[in-house]
C-alpha cells in the first residue's frame, strides 16, 4: 500500500505566527496532492491542493510547497489564529492507484490565544 | 452548498448485532467511500463503489458489506458488530477525476 505520513504528529503554535505542517510520501508517482481540515466533531474539509507540475501554490493565509525531489509537502498556515485549531491531513493520489487517494495520519495543530 | 449527509453522528451497539451506516449526497457525484478513521492509523478504506450496484473492497473490507441501490445513497453494513469495529466512520463522495473528496461529519460508533 502507499505510505503517506506526517513528522510530527501534534504541533503547537502562538497566535499570529506561522505554521508549518509537514507530509512524506512515498509513491513516486504521486501526481496530485490535497491537504484537509478536519475540526473536532467534523467531518474533513479541503483546504487546498497542488498538482506535481507545480512547486507552490498559495490559497487565503494557506500555502502548500511540493518538493518532489525528496517526496515532501507541507502546509504553511500564515499568521496563525484559533480557528486554525484541527487536525490537518495530507493525500495522495496517482494515475497507478486509480486515483484513489491515500491520506496521512494527521497532525494536530493548537494555536495558544 | 455541496452536501454528504451520514445519518447518525453517535451510534452505541451491542456485539453481535447488525448495523447499518447510511450516507446520503446530493451532487450526483459517481464515487463514493466508506473510511474508518482511528487515532495513529489515519483513514483506512473499507470499501468504495464507482456506480450503482457497483461496490469494490478497500484495504479494509473485512466483517463489513456495503449497498448502493441509488446513486445518492451508500449504506455501510457490518453486519455482526465486534469491539473492535468500535470507531469512526466518514463517507466520501467525488464526481471523478482528480477533484478531492467531499466528507460527510463522520459517525463515532461505539460497539459494547
Known amino acids: 500500500g502507499e505510505s503517506v505520513g506526517l513528522h510530527l504528529p501534534t504541533l503547537s503554535v502562538q497566535e499570529g505566527d506561522n505554521s508549518i505542517i509537514n507530509c512524506a510520501y512515498s509513491n513516486s508517482a504521486s501526481d496530485y496532492f490535497i491537504w484537509y481540515k478536519q475540526e473536532s466533531g467534523k467531518g474533513p474539509q479541503f483546504i487546498i491542493d497542488i498538482r506535481s507540475n507545480m512547486d507552490k501554490r498559495q490559497g487565503q493565509r494557506v500555502t502548500v510547497l511540493l518538493n518532489k525531489t525528496v517526496k515532501h509537502l507541507s502546509l504553511q498556515i500564515a499568521a496563525t489564529q484559533p480557528g486554525d485549531s484541527a487536525v490537518y491531513f495530507c493525500a495522495e493520489t496517482s494515475a497507478n492507484t486509480g486515483n484513489q487517494f491515500y491520506f496521512g495520519t494527521g497532525t494536530s495543530l493548537t494555536v495558544i490565544p | 452548498d455541496v452536501k454528504v449527509t451520514q445519518s447518525s453522528r453517535y451510534l452505541v451497539k451491542r456485539t453481535g448485532e447488525k448495523v447499518f451506516l447510511e450516507c446520503v449526497q446530493d451532487?450526483?457525484?459517481?464515487?463514493m467511500f466508506w473510511y474508518r478513521q482511528d487515532p495513529g492509523l489515519g483513514l483506512r478504506l473499507i470499501y468504495f463503489s464507482y456506480d450503482v450496484k457497483m461496490k469494490e473492497k478497500g484495504d479494509i473490507p473485512e466483517g463489513y458489506s456495503v449497498s448502493r441501490e441509488k446513486k445518492e445513497r451508500f449504506s455501510l453494513i457490518l453486519e455482526s458488530a465486534s469491539t473492535n469495529q468500535t470507531s469512526m466512520y466518514l463517507c466520501a463522495s467525488n464526481g471523478g477525476g482528480r477533484g478531492g473528496y467531499t466528507f460527510g461529519s463522520g459517525t463515532r460508533l461505539t460497539v459494547v
Open positions: 451532487m450526483d457525484h459517481e464515487n
